[in-house]
């Protein structure tokens, strides 16, 4: 499968951005999917992830102002940040895998990122 990471932007603290991330492939819906994030310097960090069956989980850093939903027939994701804050600022990877994992490890297809930089 591959992916397309799309919505980023520059945007000041308290804004809000929607991240997409499109699939093609024909089988999306068995696929688990993750966004994990990347500042400068540091490793790979989940931010939140929806497993083929539609639970969805959140780093504590994100829970309650990230939210994250699947439509399996336009085979996409899309990360709803709203209450941005500086510290959200990095690239922003969609990954998917069958793996139900927070390790940026275990997933097997990575899109190619997105920049979301938040001012103070």
């Known amino acids: 499968v591959q992916l397309q990471a799309y919505g980023g932007g520059l945007v000041q603290a308290g804004d809000s951005l929607r991240l997409s991330c499109a699939a093609s492939?024909?089988?999306?819906?068995?696929?688990?999917m993750a966004w994990f994030r990347q500042a400068p310097g540091k490793e790979h960090e989940f931010v939140a992830g929806?497993?083929?069956?539609?639970?969805?989980y959140y780093a504590d850093s994100v829970k309650g102002r990230f939210t994250l939903s699947r439509d399996n027939i336009k085979k996409a994701v899309y990360l709803q940040l709203n209450s941005l804050k500086p510290e959200d600022t990095a690239v922003y990877y969609c990954?998917?895998?069958?793996?139900?994992?927070?390790?940026?490890?275990?997933?097997?297809?990575w899109g190619q990122g997105t920049q979301v930089t938040v001012s103070s």
């Open positions: 990954a998917a895998g069958q793996t139900q994992s927070y390790l940026a490890s275990q997933y097997k297809y």
């Open positions: 492939g024909r089988t999306f819906s068995i696929f688990d």
């Open positions: 929806i497993w083929w069956h539609g639970a969805t």
